[in-house]
């Protein structure tokens, strides 16, 4: 078969190449094209345009970035008609994505979306548009499946990928030593993986840092953004490691996490976190008029309760930043209440295997 695939940021990129390894399993004559990034790239999928020259967050900038968003769709659009692909898989990226649905449903191209946008939390009436436009959606949070078909969706609860992902990671033997770190105790510093949420965080997380001298603080950035982001970081001394989020994760005593993926991650890693976010006021100022729910981070809305302090907005401050740091180092009840709701996230999960369930589903 051939499988066209869209991701448009680097969770998405990873969760979509894990796919491609499961699909070739499935399909050995499979063949794929897309617009992805290098992991994908990576496991032989045909790139029509990398994801970061796409990519735009926030209210405010999607306003600013509509031309360039409007160029790739066009361009994208166009790319399919030419490789008339058996199915088309969109992989999170609901903006965007949704558009590309209602276009290869026009085409009759078959439509199967893999990490489906969050309707459950803002604007729900697009729920309708899921269901006009698609064949099937997978989901990768537990409570999904019924919201969905609920409305009359075929959904599926396929597990969460990055279970995949962090089953199969290996802690590099050496990590201290490669990056000239300290036996210190880490405090990790999680700034996002865009250029707008590094911008917007990590200058009040290093506010932080002078305040916890019998620690080490190490930011995990990511190689594919300008690394002038994290020049401020450097300057005051701090160790930035690029692609190494899951080792970082792996020896961190704590961390502060901006709110993404990157929260459930720093769960499943068992590691003691604070949640932060924060954007521009415009941006906020729309996103509470949307937002229908109580929580912003995977690991309190899968919990369905507070397991981890979140820290938006005008709350986000070295101020509270330190003082909730200093609750997950030096309060044992406080770590081990925490630690518990991450077994309960943790058991509601599941164990099923993301990419192989997808993979067997589109082919079956």
Known sequence: MRYYIICGERSGDMHAANLIKSLKVCDTSSTFRGMGGDYCSQEGMELSAHYKEVAVMGFLEVVFGFRKVLKYLNLIQKDILYYMPDVLILVDYGGFNMKMAAFAKNHQIPVHYYIPPKVWAWNQKRVHKIRKYTDQVYCILPFEEAFFTKFGVNARYVGNPLLDEIKHFESHPFFHQKNELSYRPIIALLPGSRKQEVKNMLKVMLEVVPLFPNAQFVV???????????????????????????????????????????????????????????????????????????????????????????????????????????????????????LDGYSEVRQQLGEKSASDQVASLING
């Open 220 to 338: 995990a950035g990511v190689s594919n953004l300008d690394s002038e982001l994290y020049a401020s970081a450097l300057k005051q001394g701090i160790k930035v490691v690029f692609d190494q989020t899951y080792d970082v994760l792996h020896h961190a005593t704590a961390a502060v996490v901006t709110s993404g993926t990157a929260t459930l991650e720093t769960a499943l890693f068992r590691v003691p976190q604070v949640v932060v976010y924060k954007t521009s006021p415009f941006s906020y100022w729309i996103g509470k008029q949307l937002v229908k729910v109580e929580f912003i981070s995977l690991v309190n809305l899968i919990a369905g309760r507070q397991v981890v302090r979140e820290l938006i907005q005008s709350e986000f401050s070295p101020e509270q930043v330190t003082q909730e740091l200093n609750q997950l180092l030096g309060s044992i009840t406080y770590k081990g209440e925490m």
